[in-house]
């Protein structure tokens, strides 16, 4: 039977699902975003594995022009002196069709918004009230128009708004006392990295990722660092910090930037009607250390996809909930794990801590358990 969708919020995880639904089954469905315009900011670089390009390339991913992706082989591990520790080999996860990828986020919302965007996507829409009518839900929008639905999904990120008119208990995204700072270099940077890998440099409460993310040798650079509550007007000092450890970074990081406080969901609520479901950040928030984020938003979009998709009688919103949980709770423990291990402020744990990644990156069965098991290898 044709259901109707309604699904809160362009994200990643939003336009995913919409894409899947537009492309592969005969649903209707509406996409409600709050903004005015989709977010195609320029200078934010995104991850993906293979969990998540497996699924993308069902939508024709593989045909993206391949000089707006970068494929990286590998993670360079340094410490913040720019000394190699160890290497991380990424193309072991990789199949002919499916690669670890690297992009703009922009190009990757442009790619997923293209068959959406003039029939089902609306803008400037906030749920202002909900109620339930003859088995179906009535969303009332702040601009006096609704929408009357079977199903209700959630994807407008980790402070979902959805969740506070159908649940009473709201996850609740907790500050991890560390801000991110971003930015995109232009030209070769001073940086002694091989610019055609991903590289991961660990410092004193600090860790910087740096990755192409085209074949125009645009590297995005992102910085995070530990900070007990976010003020905009102490990034300069916070910079300092990471300067004194390495002058490089402290010119680089000088000027355009922009920085944003990190959270993660700390635990983990199901739906409590059976009409609505959540999907992406809204689900569950990542620290952002196994770059799982957009990856897990675009899983969780294709596992309520397949179960949507068939018009089964099974209690959808209970499979749903534990297949997620589990695999958020995967996700969410090595993230955790990246994000202790990075930012060793002691120069014996550094010391510790580099002697035991190089004995374990060498370990195949290690890095399967650890990396294969998120990339679903
Ligand atoms: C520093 C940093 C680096 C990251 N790097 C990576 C990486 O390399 N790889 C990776 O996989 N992930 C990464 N991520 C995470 C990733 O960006 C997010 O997890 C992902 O974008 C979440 O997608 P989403 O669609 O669930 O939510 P969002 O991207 O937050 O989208 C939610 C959408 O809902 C809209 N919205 C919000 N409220 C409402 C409302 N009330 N009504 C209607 N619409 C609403 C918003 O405007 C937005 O368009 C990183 C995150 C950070 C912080």
């Known amino acids: 039977m044709k ?12 336009l995913t699902l919409a894409n899947l639904i537009k492309k592969k089954t005969e649903h209707k469905f509406m996409l409600y975003e709050r903004q005015e315009s989709l977010s195609l900011d320029q200078g934010y670089g995104i991850q993906l594995s293979t969990n998540s390009t497996k699924i993308l390339n069902i939508l024709g991913f593989s045909k993206l022009n391949s000089e707006k992706i970068f494929h990286p082989k590998s993670v360079d591990f340094y410490d913040i002196q720019n000394k190699k520790i160890c290497e991380l080999d990424l193309s072991r996860f990789n199949t002919k069709e499916n690669k670890y990828t690297t992009l703009q986020r922009s190009t990757l919302i442009e790619f997923l918004k293209d068959d959406i965007y003039t029939e089902h996507l609306r803008f400037g829409k906030s749920i202002k009230e909900v109620s339930e009518i ?10 006096n128009t609704n929408d009357l639905v079977d199903i209700v999904v959630g994807a407008d990120g980790i402070f979902s708004n959805t969740r506070s008119f159908f649940e009473k208990k709201k996850n609740e995204p907790k500050f991890q006392k560390a801000i991110a700072i971003r930015k995109i270099l232009t030209s070769k940077s001073e940086l002694k990295i091989d610019e055609e890998k991903i590289s991961i440099i660990m410092g ?4 910087l990722v740096v990755y192409p ?21 102490n990034i300069k000092y916070l910079i300092d910090q990471v300067g004194k450890q390495n002058s490089i970074f402290g ?3 000088n000027q355009d930037l922009k920085s944003w406080p990190l959270y993660s969901t700390s635990k983990i609520y199901p739906s409590t009607n059976n009409k609505v479901f959540y999907i992406g950040d809204a689900f569950n928030g ?17 596992e309520l996809f397949n ?3 068939k018009d089964s009688q099974a209690d959808i919103q209970n499979i749903y909930f534990k297949t997620r949980l589990k695999r958020a709770e995967i996700v969410k ?3 955790k794990i990246n994000f202790f291990i990075f930012h060793f402020s002691s120069s014996i744990m550094q010391l510790i801590r580099n002697f035991f990644m190089k004995f374990l990156i060498k370990r195949k069965s290690f890095i399967k358990s650890y990396l294969g098991t998120v990339y679903k290898n």
């Open 3 to 14: 259901k109707k969708f309604a699904i809160i919020g362009a994200g990643i995880a939003g």
């Open 134 to 143: 003859k088995g179906k839900i009535l969303l009332k929008f702040d601009d």
């Open 204 to 207: 004193k409460n600090c860790h």
């Open 213 to 233: 993310i085209n074949k125009k040798k645009e590297l995005n650079l992102v910085c995070i660092i530990r900070d007990k509550k976010y003020d905009p007007n």
């Open 251 to 253: 010119k680089i990081l």
């Open 286 to 302: 990542f620290l952002p250390t196994l770059a799982q984020g957009a990856g897990q938003s675009i899983e969780s979009a294709y």
């Open 307 to 309: 179960l949507i998709k």
């Open 333 to 335: 423990r090595r993230s």
